[in-house]
């Protein structure tokens, strides 16, 4: 099994920052890509972070040029660095990893949430 803690979310206002981290353990022998999701009340999860194993990097249209998503492999966490943020970036945010366990099994699993408020 695979746990995944999320942490760095709160209450900021317009302009500020925010760095989300998610840390994955458990029985993982690889990870292929990690990504951050956003999902407001009645609203389908949405991509906005994306980074592979290899280091490829993508994001949502309204998110470029503010955020950043990057990894440290040998700690198997990614980070969102949220600059400049705005209150339309009020969600709660979502740690999604792929992993390839022990029986070379892929698989998906999502962090428990955190939530993002911009306000002043």
């Known amino acids: 099994q695979v746990q995944l803690v999320e942490s760095g979310g709160g209450l900021v206002q317009p302009g500020e920052s925010l760095r989300l981290s998610c840390a994955a353990s458990?029985?993982?022998?690889?990870?292929?890509?990690m990504g951050w999701y956003r999902q407001g009340p009645g609203k389908r999860r949405e991509l906005v972070a994306e980074?592979?194993?290899?280091?490829?990097?993508s994001y949502r249209d309204s998110v470029k040029g503010r955020f950043t998503i990057s990894r440290v492999s040998a700690k198997n966490t990614v980070y969102l660095q949220m600059n400049s943020l705005k209150p339309e970036d009020t969600d709660v945010y979502y740690c999604k990893v792929t992993v390839v366990g022990s029986g070379l099994d892929i698989s998906v699993y999502w962090g428990q949430g955190t939530q993002v408020t911009v306000s002043s």
């Open positions: 458990g029985r993982i022998v690889s990870i292929n890509s």
């Open positions: 980074i592979t194993g290899g280091g490829s990097t």
